[in-house]
Structures are given as C-alpha cells and as structure tokens.
C-alpha cells in the first residue's frame, strides 16, 4: 500500500500563492491530488501519469501546476491567484488505473492538507 502524507496547507489572501508537497513512499500510475470543501463532493483538482501525462480541473484555469520531484519522492501542487472558493482540505491520492480527475480511480489516500483563502 502507498503511504501518502501532505504538507504545505495554509491560509492566504485571496490572490495569494501556495505550494502543497506530498511525500509519497512509492509512485504509481498516476498521481493526484482531490479537494473537498464542507457540504461538497470531493473534486479533482489535478493529476500526472507515469508518463507525464497532466489533467486539471476546469477550474483551475492555468492557476495551478502539478509535478513531481523525482529526487524527493515528491508530488507538488503550486497554487497561485487563489480565490475564496478555492478553499477546502486538499488530499493526494495515487492510483493503478488509467490516469484522469475520477476519485474512483484512486485507491491511495492521504490525510489532507487544509487551504483557506481569505482576507
């Protein structure tokens, strides 16, 4: 089982940038991270094949980039020109099946980070 842990959560204002790390002990097929916020369905924010495959959420809109820092085991989310509804608790997740944003897709999951923008 891949054991994932998250980092790098925070509060910011509203325009603000974040970094999120996950510390992943072993790289699978595809790499991801997922937000909730309260009263929401978990969504997928981004994600990276094997092959360097990326896929993001419609609403990220050029505003965040996901990647890996192989020499680290690292998956890292930057964030940047957040906004408000952009907050929610941000989990890493890995998977075996074909790489997209579909949550069912993940059998790994880490504890969560929380992102709150707010001024």
């Known amino acids: 089982q891949v054991h994932l842990v998250e980092s790098g959560g925070g509060s910011v204002q509203p325009g603000g940038s974040l970094t999120l790390s996950c510390a992943v002990s072993?790289?699978?097929?595809?790499m991801g991270w997922f937000r909730q916020a309260p009263g929401k369905d978990r969504e997928g924010v981004a994600s990276?094949?094997?092959?360097?495959?990326?896929y993001y959420g419609e609403f990220v809109r050029g505003r965040f980039t996901i990647s890996k820092d192989n020499s680290k085991n690292t998956l890292v989310l930057r964030m940047s020109s957040l906004k408000p509804e952009d907050t929610a608790m941000y989990y890493c997740?890995?998977?075996?099946?074909?790489?997209?944003?579909?949550?069912?897709?993940?059998?790994?999951w880490g504890q969560g980070t929380q992102v709150t923008v707010d001024s």
């Open positions: 997740a890995a998977g075996v099946r074909s790489c997209g944003l579909n949550s069912r897709d993940f059998n790994a």
């Open positions: 072993a790289y699978t097929r595809c």
């Open positions: 990276m094949s094997s092959g360097g495959s990326t």
